[in-house]
């Protein structure tokens, strides 16, 4: 007796088991973003902004991150730290207010000194001389010159010493008394220049000018 093959039919087949494929693993990657202050302390250049696999990786960058930004910031302070060290001191107008400025003092030495050569050498020559070369230090032209000369001549003569025992005038212009000049120099007494410079500026104070005391003292006969 011959053996039948059993028929299945196809629609009751037995579905195939179909072997599914393990998907090879990626690797993780994770990325990492450097703040500017990191990347321009190590001078890492990120391609795409991934650095590291994994877990690991992931560590590394941060620890690097922020080692670069301890490094930065230290450099800043030792930085700002040396330019306050090398910076000069400030010095205030009132640290340099009370100091003598050197030129300016020699320059002022010098000129008391050609003053004082000049009042001597001065004081050496013709009353009437001197008077002549101090008009134009209190604004008063040669113009002035006769009325001044015929003021002195009538009161001293242009002597020096004149002494005018009834009311005790001295010198030149008779002061009265003579230790007014003081005003002009301790050498009052017996220097013309002090004398004349003096009584040129009682003169210019009182009447204004030469002519002006010489106009007074002819209408009172005195000035």
Aim: charged content about 20%; glycine content about 10%.
């Amino acid at each position: 007796m011959s053996k039948h093959v059993k028929h299945v039919p196809k629609h009751r087949a037995a579905p195939p088991r179909h072997t599914l494929a393990k998907a090879p693993r990626k690797a993780l990657r994770t990325t990492v973003i450097l703040s500017s202050v990191a990347v321009a302390a190590t001078g890492a250049t990120i391609a795409g902004g991934l650095v590291g696999d994994g877990p690991s990786g992931v560590t590394n960058a941060a620890a690097d991150a922020n080692t670069a930004a301890d490094a930065a910031n230290g450099a800043a302070e030792r930085s700002t730290a040396a330019d306050v060290g090398e910076r000069e001191p400030q010095v205030s107008r009132s640290d340099t207010r009370n100091r003598p400025d050197p030129a300016k003092a020699a320059s002022l030495r010098a000129e008391a000194g050609e003053a004082m050569i000049r009042t001597e050498n001065l004081a050496e020559s013709d009353p009437r001389d001197i008077a002549r070369a101090l008009l134009d230090e209190f604004g008063f032209g040669l113009d002035q010159f006769g009325c001044l000369d015929s003021l002195y001549t009538r009161e001293s003569g242009w002597s020096v010493t004149a002494d005018n025992p009834t009311s005790s005038a001295y010198g030149i212009p008779q002061a009265l008394p003579g230790s007014k000049m003081a005003s002009a120099g301790a050498d009052w007494a017996t220097n013309p220049v002090t004398q004349i410079r003096w009584g040129l500026g009682y003169i210019q104070d009182r009447y204004g000018s030469p002519c002006g005391a010489w106009a007074h003292s002819e209408s009172n006969g005195w000035y």
